[in-house]
């Protein structure tokens, strides 16, 4: 890593954070802060974890897919156990772009992926799980998830879908109402969180496979320690609380009640607000995604779930890093309604072949026309565009590394800060990494102020490390879906005191009760 200085960019470890959705959400917002350099480092145990960020990363960098096709790809791939046939063969061919990506640095994530912290052997292991994603590979997805339910639930298995109920009841619905009861239930049983109209969903997510340490009960190896490749991801919490429980854009998302359904009545004071600034903000379309009806009745219901909510933030993001304007819905209700005259939609290209029919020979030169112009908008976009992904991607940086905090932590107390010693500005820390804040080493990634000391040789001066200026964003129990209100209450006491071991104190609440944000403790 390169030291710091005057112009180094913003470090920001992502400690496993399983996936992707807090550098999305950098890269899409980082054009209304100036465009500052940020250089990610994302480490993770698994390497095929690392792979699967990789293709994610494949898949939002496909700018030949139109915008509402890659999102609802992007979710199909992200939380599905089964994905539809064409589905499988774009993962397999983003797969062989990512093989050339790792072994010959070429690809279209050349520029903005680097991979040079990596060892060969994870590397190599890196190709591997791409290979494996090849259709003619065998993977049973359905019995394999089935084996992880029921070593999960094991005497309770025949009493599955009692199980999953009141997990939805006592702990899913009090945090996120907006996911569907049906949703999640179907998720909890088959694995499909995901579906976009009236397709088919047969064919296995290799994706989601991975290996996992375990000792062979039977057979003439019996008792060795061996690699198994199953289905090791979350079947318990769900893919919805990664994007679809709540949107950057609502206009009061800052509060302790940011995820509680909102009323006919807000709707309407919140609505008469925006009028009395004198617009209909697109904050308010936003707002009206978690419109409930009959609030306060006993019957309430929501007017959208949460896969209409996790498309928007995906269009979201997309939208501002092609056009560098953040999206904004133009029909209250319609989460599409953004896309506008979006000439790489499929919906608005068949629209404008509709508009030219004529009769006869005028129904062919209207609908040649109409081709025409659809095309020459679609190079002009596609030209101003480019221009702007361009720039959404400049002087942005994502390294990919094996291991956990620990791994930096080793590191930085022998190299100092070749490797990592007061290196980050940013640490977001997994519920699979809080326990490090409890570790004193922690305090030697996080980037410091410099001050001034003694003068030494050749005009030099010499700075000694002063206060931690990192922040260190944590997340909470609010979606751990195992977790009781009281053990939730414990372990954010637990975070608390882990920090301050390093001298670190919660700042503020962060924008949703999902996140608490930690920084130096006065005085220190």
């Avoid at 419109?291 to 996790?310: D, L, M, P, S």
């Avoid at 922690?442 to 000391?453: D, E, I, N, V, W």
Wanted: net charge neutral; glycine share 8%.
């Amino acid at each position: 890593p390169e030291a710091a200085g005057p112009e180094r960019p913003l470090r920001v470890l992502l400690a496993n954070p399983s996936d992707i959705r807090h550098l999305l959400a950098t890269v899409a917002r980082r054009r209304r802060h100036g465009l500052p350099p940020v250089h990610f480092y994302i480490c993770e145990h698994q390497i095929e974890v690392l792979a699967r960020h990789l293709l994610l990363l494949q898949i939002v960098a496909d700018w030949e897919l139109p915008v509402r096709q890659r999102a609802t790809v992007f979710l199909e791939v992200f939380g599905n156990a089964h994905v539809q046939e064409r589905t499988q063969r774009y993962i397999h061919r983003c797969a062989k772009e990512l093989e050339a990506l790792v072994c010959d640095g070429r690809g279209a994530l050349e520029d903005l992926v680097d991979l040079d912290s990596l060892k060969y052997r994870d590397r190599d292991a890196l190709v591997a799980a791409f290979k494996s994603w090849d259709p003619k590979v065998l993977y049973d997805v359905a019995t394999l998830r089935d084996h992880r339910l029921r070593a999960h639930l094991a005497t309770r298995y025949d009493a599955r879908a009692g199980i999953v109920d009141w997990d939805y009841q006592m702990r899913v619905k009090p945090a996120a109402s907006i996911i569907h009861s049906t949703l999640y239930k179907e998720w909890r049983l088959s694995g499909l969180a995901f579906e976009f109209g009236d397709q088919r969903y047969d064919q296995p997510n290799r994706t989601l496979g991975s290996y996992a340490e375990g000792f062979l009960k039977k057979g003439k190896d019996q008792g060795i320690k061996k690699e198994i490749l199953g289905f090791w991801t979350d079947v318990v919490n769900s893919p919805y609380f990664s994007f679809g429980v709540d949107t950057h854009d609502r206009p009061s998302p800052g509060t302790g009640s940011a995820l509680k359904p909102r009323s006919e009545t807000d709707m309407a004071k919140n609505k008469g607000q925006a009028f009395g600034r004198g617009v209909e903000t697109a904050a308010q379309f936003a707002e009206n995604l978690f419109y409930v009806a009959n609030a306060g009745t006993g019957t309430e219901q929501h007017r959208h779930h949460t896969v209409e909510i996790a498309v928007f933030n995906l269009l979201s993001y997309l939208w501002e890093i092609e056009t560098g304007e953040p999206y904004a819905m133009t029909k209250d209700h319609d989460i599409y309604s953004g896309l506008g005259n979006d000439a790489s939609d499929m919906a608005w290209a068949a629209q404008q072949s509709a508009g030219g029919s004529k009769e006869g020979t005028a129904q062919a030169e209207g609908e040649a026309q109409s081709e025409a112009a659809a095309e020459a908008a679609r190079r002009e976009q596609a030209l101003s565009r480019a221009s702007c992904i361009v720039e959404s991607l400049t002087d942005l940086r994502v390294t990919l590394l094996k291991g956990g905090v620990d791994d930096l932590m080793a590191k930085a107390q022998t190299e100092g800060q070749a490797y990592f010693g007061g290196f980050f500005d940013v640490a977001h820390l997994s519920p699979n990494s809080e326990h490090h804040l409890q570790d004193p080493r922690f305090q030697s990634l996080l980037a410091r102020k410099q001050t001034a000391g003694q003068a030494v040789g050749h005009g030099g001066v010499e700075t000694t490390p002063g206060r931690v200026t990192a922040t260190v964003v944590v997340d909470t129990g609010k979606f751990i879906v195992p977790m009781t209100g009281e053990q939730e209450k414990q372990l954010e006491a637990k975070v608390d005191e882990f920090a301050s071991v390093n001298g670190l104190e919660k700042r503020r609440a962060a924008s949703t009760p999902a996140f608490a944000v930690y920084k130096a403790a006065k005085g220190k």
